[in-house]
């Protein structure tokens, strides 16, 4: 739907106004400006298709802005208006839709981005319409790929027989599955980790998982990441329920953003577990390559201090003084270290240095590195074709390329989420005050289920009739359901007596 746009405001802009060769929004967003934005082949689900212009667009709906950055008084399209503006889309597709929008001059591409959960942020402001084009396309294009709800799937009990019935559930897993064993998600406005970075003097709290940055200096990463590495041995009954799936037959792979393993702790297959952002089951030597369970450096993590590679200080134990050269040592192959703290080179070690050994790194995916491969295989050859059901649990959708799987799917595959609703940013706010449907917009699922991921897991597991075994789970225990959205079956799921809904919309849940 690529077309030229119109020279300046005001004249009448051609059937295809959108074109997404306009560059003016990388300028105002923090993107790769030199990222793609081309469609790619549907039949070639790769790395790109995942992170193409979804993820530009990510990038404003998912754009945090202080207060002086946020646009003042927009003109925004009520929820209604915007609900007739998506139907009137599929209904005649983005070129007559321009027409009759844009091109009519019944709408700026400005207000237009609105009925589509864009707020362009206030760097935007002062900007000509056609400095709007490429973001309006972008949301159009997104809005089409969107998965829409089916109307045949609606409640908690829908959800149990579908569990009883599929045998190739895929689960897709988040932050919210590890809190409550006090494992900090990352982005949380007030108490996830990189908040607590910030309070912590950091600018740039995604720093200290940054490679190059632990590459010159690795006591940045030891001094502060600790707090995102669980306590060995415990699990919640979210990570239980996973389990059982696998147990009963029905877990075809487990799609975990989480770096914590505790999945892998509770008993999940490697088989089908894949950890999209790496974990810190294993450490990895920058030098050698050397690999070890991760348990092993735990307690330099704790303990706030560097591991070294046991191999290389083995093999410098056992090197002669001879081998000591005029040149700095590497931490990485090729790669000047940089002489910091965590060096223990004295400065009366004279005209030559003391090779180093490697410094061990989680095998965790860090800005600047690559996701493991194994993401984008396992999609691709076998899961996309084989699926029949899709959890969402405990995570808001947002970070590629996890967050473009539902796109990738067949239409038919029902959808279930479940996920605490406490991860909203302003623009989101605005909408979710009068839009409850907006909470992950560019998916539509079947059944959503907000709450504390535990309690509506047990739930469904007692409504499947399975039996989950942990000690959270307290046998003869209510749940209480409150209808939130009617058309979208989105629900309140909380145990019984906790919340106080209006008594009109309170359904118990039976009890077994």
Request: hydrophobic share 30%; glycine share 6%; proline share 6%.
């Amino acid at each position: 739907m690529a077309g030229a746009g119109p020279a300046a405001d005001g004249r009448r802009l051609r059937p295809a106004v959108i074109d997404l060769s306009n560059d003016d929004l990388s300028e105002a967003t923090t993107s790769d400006p030199k990222r793609s934005t081309s469609a790619e082949n549907e039949d070639d689900v790769d790395e790109e298709q995942f992170s193409d212009s979804s993820s530009l667009l990510n990038d404003i709906l998912n754009h945090e802005s202080d207060d002086d950055d946020e646009p003042q008084n927009i003109d925004r399209v009520s929820p209604e208006e915007a609900a007739t503006l998506k139907s009137r889309l599929r209904q005649v597709g983005p070129e007559e839709f321009i027409k009759e929008t844009v091109s009519s001059h019944r709408y700026t591409a400005k207000r237009l981005c609105t009925a589509f959960g864009v707020i362009p942020p206030g760097v935007f402001d002062g900007r000509p319409d056609t400095g709007y084009y490429r973001l309006l396309g972008l949301a159009i294009i997104r809005e089409l790929a969107s998965r829409q709800k089916l109307t045949e799937y609606n409640n908690i009990d829908d959800v149990a027989k579908l569990l009883r019935e599929r045998k190739n559930i895929m689960v897709i897993t988040g932050a919210g599955i590890s809190t409550n064993l006090g494992v900090p998600d990352f982005r949380s406005k007030d108490t996830g980790f990189y908040a607590q970075m910030r309070e912590k003097g950091f600018d740039s709290p995604e720093d200290v998982f940054n490679i190059s940055i632990f590459d010159e200096d690795p006591s940045i990463f030891y001094e502060n990441s600790g707090k995102t590495l669980p306590e060995p041995g415990k699990t919640t009954p979210t990570h239980a329920f996973i389990k059982l799936l696998e147990d009963k037959g029905r877990l075809m792979t487990n799609y975990t953003q989480n770096i914590d393993n505790v999945e892998g702790n509770v008993g999940i297959s490697p088989s089908r577990l894949i950890h999209c952002h790496g974990s810190w089951a294993t450490f990895t030597c920058r030098k050698c390559k050397f690999q070890a369970p991760g348990s092993q450096f735990y307690d330099h993590v704790r303990m706030r201090s560097v591991a070294y590679c046991p191999v290389c200080v083995d093999n410098l134990k056992r090197a002669r003084p001879s081998s000591l050269k005029r040149k700095r040592s590497y931490n990485v192959a090729g790669r000047s270290r940089s002489r910091r703290a965590y060096d223990r080179d004295s400065d009366s070690d004279g005209d030559y240095d003391i090779p180093q050994p490697g410094v061990m790194k989680p095998d965790i995916t860090f800005f600047g590195e690559k996701l493991a491969q194994s993401f984008f295989d396992r999609f691709k050859r076998q899961d996309r074709d084989k699926v029949d059901l899709v959890l969402v649990i405990g995570t808001s959708m947002t970070v590629a390329p996890v967050s473009e799987i539902p796109q990738a799917l067949p239409s038919d595959v029902p959808h279930i989420y479940i996920s605490r609703d406490v991860s909203l940013n302003k623009a989101e706010l605005l909408l979710v005050e009068t839009n409850p449907r907006q909470r992950v917009r560019h998916i539509q699922f079947d059944v959503t289920l907000l709450g504390d991921c535990d309690v509506i897991v047990s739930e469904l597991a007692k409504r499947a009739g399975w039996n989950l075994k942990h000690p959270w789970v307290l046998n003869g225990q209510g749940t209480d359901l409150h209808e939130i959205d009617h058309d979208m079956s989105v629900w309140r799921v909380a145990p019984q007596g906790t919340q106080s809904p209006s008594p009109e919309r309170v359904i118990p849940l039976r009890q077994q």
